[in-house]
């Protein structure tokens, strides 16, 4: 649990744009992870269902709003796309300890984990702060609620097939989850070209139609307009 937490919080934080110094942001963070805990452990967590510390995690929405230069969509989008990283690493590795090493289930995935952050989370971040960045700050309004649907719609399906779904053998999870990530990884480019495009589109236009030193009309638009 607190390495997925310290995952999902590095990545928001490389990708977001702070208000503070890093030992500030630490601090605060570190102080709001005590009380989450302190008030897990109080309030008797087995009773809860099993991903209610997902849910918890996004309780971090709100210190993150206050530490960040960031919209509170941008925030919210960031989140959920780190999570669905990190839910989609711990099921590929749950499920494929099971497969491989099952009589050495909580050690083997602690270290399959970590090795696997190591390796995807520098990708991840690299995508974000370069590709997935551009779709936020360039995406209309009501494409960007599109977003927001699509980001919700891919975490719910890789928490539910992490917690929620089996269906016997954990090769068949395994093929979901590599077919749920490519899925995933293909819509996100795709939104990045359709965005990348569109700016393009509207940097010829300028170019086209204004001229570059005054950004006036230039005669293409006039005769247009004629």
Request: glycine share 2%; charged share 15%.
């Amino acid at each position: 649990t607190l390495e997925i937490l310290f995952v999902n919080l590095l990545t928001t934080h490389l990708c977001s744009k702070k208000k503070y110094s890093n030992t500030k942001t630490s601090l605060i963070l570190s102080l709001f992870t005590a009380i989450v805990f302190s008030l897990w452990f109080l309030l008797q967590p087995s009773v809860f269902p099993k991903a209610i510390f997902i849910l918890i995690g996004f309780l971090y929405f709100f210190p993150l709003q206050y530490l960040y230069h960031e919209k509170p969509s941008r925030i919210f989008l960031i989140m959920c796309f780190s999570w669905t990283h990190t839910i989609t690493v711990n099921a590929f590795t749950v499920e494929l300890v099971k497969l491989l090493f099952p009589s050495h289930r909580y050690d083997m995935v602690l270290v399959l984990q970590t090795i696997l952050y190591v390796l995807t989370t520098y990708f991840v971040i690299k995508f974000i702060q370069n590709k997935f960045r551009i779709i936020l700050r360039y995406l209309s309004s009501k494409n960007n609620k599109s977003l927001i649907f699509l980001g919700i719609v891919l975490f719910v399906t890789v928490l539910i097939l992490r917690f929620y779904f089996s269906i016997g053998h954990p090769y068949w999870i395994l093929t979901f989850i590599v077919l749920i990530s490519i899925i995933a990884v293909s819509c996100y480019r795709l939104l990045y070209i359709i965005v990348d495009n569109s700016m393009r589109i509207d940097t010829l236009k300028k170019i086209a139609y204004y001229d570059d030193l005054t950004g006036a009309n230039n005669r293409l638009t006039l005769f247009i307009d004629a």
